[in-house]
């Protein structure tokens, strides 16, 4: 017997259920927040001495993730951590999201649906906690098409003028990579040659799915005085890193034999897993140059870190980035990461 439809949710009901998520007992709170939803505007009262820092990013079905192949969980987990990590990479503090919301009315109308949206906010709150990020408000639509469309806002506070900027690093500075490369595209990869929706869920280490922010590394590096200047690497290596040199005005020499390889591109031909490394985005590790001199722990806040090479000067006739595969071997690396627009 078919079961009946359920009450469809309406716009009102809809953040009243997001309220109630984000207000439960258990919820990520931060001293910061002084008026959280329900007003017309939020009220934040960052720490003495610290400056604001604010970062947005899509999340868009079909663009960023697809109905049919991520958990619902995984969606809402990968629109905070988008944000995360842009905090993460200039070494600030988390102190609210802020999350707007178009969902297609078909949506609201099945049980499905409704148990879509539900999952999407439980992935999303399990990581707000993790990083003391509560939902501070948000905007909720209807979609003008049969799309789910998401945008996040994340406000984060650092002290005054200690930021950690792509634009900083100095001629001679190392470069270091936190985690592994390439996981993100090649769990990327084999979902989308599946028919059906991966069953995986947080507690499995899944770099594409559930990637994990930076935020206690960069604060580490931020706190120390360890870095002179950092980028989360979302569009892949090739592109993060043309950002860093061209903002910093220097070239890097990367050593493709350093680069650590996530466990999943073992599966991989050599060629592949280093094309995933270099060029797969959407890894969320943090790329950071800090001075030769400078001693780096192999590891921090438990995150495994790694020298890939080094910056220098610019020189005519040298590319901007050199990949040295070792002898006398080596390659220009042109940005060829994600770029919205070009497929
Ligand atoms: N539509 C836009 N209007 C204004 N600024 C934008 C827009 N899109 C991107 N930017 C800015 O351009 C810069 C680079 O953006 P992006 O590549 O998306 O950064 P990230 O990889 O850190 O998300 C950022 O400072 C961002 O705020
Ligand atoms: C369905 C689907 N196809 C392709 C991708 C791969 N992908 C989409 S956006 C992106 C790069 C990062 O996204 P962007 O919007 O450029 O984020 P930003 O650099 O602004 O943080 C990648 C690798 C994906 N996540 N999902
Ligand atoms: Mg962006």
């Known amino acids: 017997m078919a079961r009946s439809a359920p009450k469809p949710l309406g716009e009102l009901a809809l953040i009243e259920q997001i309220s109630r998520t984000f207000s439960s007992a258990g919820a990520a709170r931060n001293k910061a927040v002084a008026l959280g939803i329900g ?8 720490p003495p001495g610290h400056e604001i820092l604010v970062t947005t990013d899509f999340s868009l079905e079909n663009r960023h993730f697809r109905r049919d192949l991520h958990p619902p969980a995984s969606v809402g987990h990968r629109c905070l951590a988008r944000g995360l990590s842009d905090l993460a990479a200039m070494g600030a503090a988390p102190l609210a999201a802020f999350l707007s919301l178009a969902l297609p009315a078909k949506i609201l109308r099945t049980r499905r649906g409704q148990r879509w949206v539900q999952d999407f906010l439980a992935g999303f709150h399990s990581l707000a ?10 905007d909720t639509s209807e979609s003008p098409a049969d799309l ?5 806002i994340l406000i984060g506070s650092a002290p005054r003028g200690r930021s950690l900027r792509r634009s900083d690093a100095h001629p001679d500075d190392a470069l270091y990579v936190t985690g592994s490369l390439g996981g993100a595209h090649a769990e990327l990869s084999a979902l ?24 206690a590394v960069g604060s580490v590096l931020l706190r120390r005085h360890l870095a002179t200047a950092a980028i989360d690497l979302s569009d892949g290596l090739s592109t993060d890193l043309t950002h860093l040199c061209e903002s910093s005005g220097l070239r890097a020499e990367i050593d493709s034999s350093a680069l650590p390889l996530h466990s999943l591109t073992a599966k991989l031909s050599r060629q592949d897993a280093l094309h995933a490394a270099v060029h797969g985005g959407e890894d969320y590790e943090l790329l950071f140059a800090a001075p030769t001199a400078m001693r780096i722990p192999r590891k921090i806040a438990d995150v495994p870190i790694t020298r890939i090479g080094t910056l220098h000067p610019p020189r005519a006739g040298k590319p901007l980035i050199t990949l040295h595969h070792g002898g006398d ?6 940005p060829a990461g994600w770029q919205h627009f070009s497929s």
């Open 129 to 138: 906690r993790q990083h003391n990020t509560p939902l501070a408000g948000g």
């Open 192 to 215: 989308l040659k599946r028919t059906h929706r991966s069953r995986s869920t947080a507690s499995d280490s899944h770099p594409h799915l559930y990637p994990q922010p930076r935020l």
């Open 329 to 334: 071997i080596s390659s220009e690396l042109k």
């Open 148 to 152: 789910i469309l998401a945008d996040i």
């Open 39 to 46: 007003d017309d505007c939020a009220i934040l009262r960052p």
